[in-house]
T-cell receptor, first 113, second 112 residues
């Protein structure tokens, strides 16, 4: 039972264009969402997060949008750079004090120079 | 000065053996985790310790036993290894006041 779904296993984007990575969730108890970035042979590293009380959070080239009614979030990267090529994981927490992070399967982003 | 370090990075072993993976964090965090990433690429929580107390214990065979000798260390011992245990195991840590977890580089376990 996948509570966090990333339905696109891969995405290719030209350098300088926008990358949009999507994530859907089924558990209405999730109230905090994170994006992690992972390079080969490394662990995931935190990228950006958003609380369920917000619908947008921005950090430099990275923006996360949350649509609670649709149980959908997306990560926008503008402009995309070759160094952004990695696997991006969407993850979610449920409830204050919860230590359990539920991950999606990841989307492999390739930014073509 | 790696924040979360796991050893070994690679582990190749035979079925039936017992092995351990070690994890150490120098971030001063009080919560540590073990995750398994299987062939389907899902990262799934296995265990979590907060201040050396077990707080998450997902449905994992009891051949897997975590041990936290202190807040900075969380080791994973696996008995009677099976083919299906082949995966990448990630250790992570976080302060209990934050939702952000910091991951180690992973241990790739191959059971032959």
């Amino acid at each position: 039972d996948q509570q966090v779904k990333q339905n696109s296993p891969s995405l290719s984007v030209q350098e300088g264009r926008i990358s949009i990575l999507n994530c859907d969730y089924t558990n209405s108890m999730f109230d905090y969402f994170l994006w992690y970035k992972k390079y080969p042979a490394e662990g995931p590293t935190f990228l950006i997060s958003i609380s369920s009380i917000k619908d947008k959070n921005e950090d430099g080239r990275f923006t996360v949008f949350l649509n609670k009614s649709a149980k959908h979030l997306s990560l926008h990267i503008v402009p995309s750079q070759p160094g952004d090529s990695a696997v991006y994981f969407c993850a979610a927490y449920s409830g204050a004090g919860s230590y359990q992070l539920t991950f999606g399967k990841g989307t492999k982003l390739s930014v073509i120079p | 000065d790696t924040a979360v370090s796991q050893t070994p990075k690679y582990l190749v072993t035979q079925m039936g053996n017992d092995k351990s993976i070690k994890c150490e964090q120098n971030l001063g965090h009080d919560t540590m985790y073990w995750y398994k990433q299987d062939s389907k690429k899902f990262l799934k929580i296995m265990f979590s310790y907060n201040n050396k107390e077990l707080i998450i214990n997902e449905t994992v065979p009891n051949r897997f036993s975590p041990k936290s000798p202190d807040k900075a260390h969380l080791n994973l011992h696996i008995n009677s290894l099976e083919l299906g245990d082949s995966a990448v195991y990630f250790c992570a840590s976080s302060p209990s006041t934050s939702t952000i977890q910091y991951f180690g580089a992973g241990t790739r376990l191959s059971v032959l």
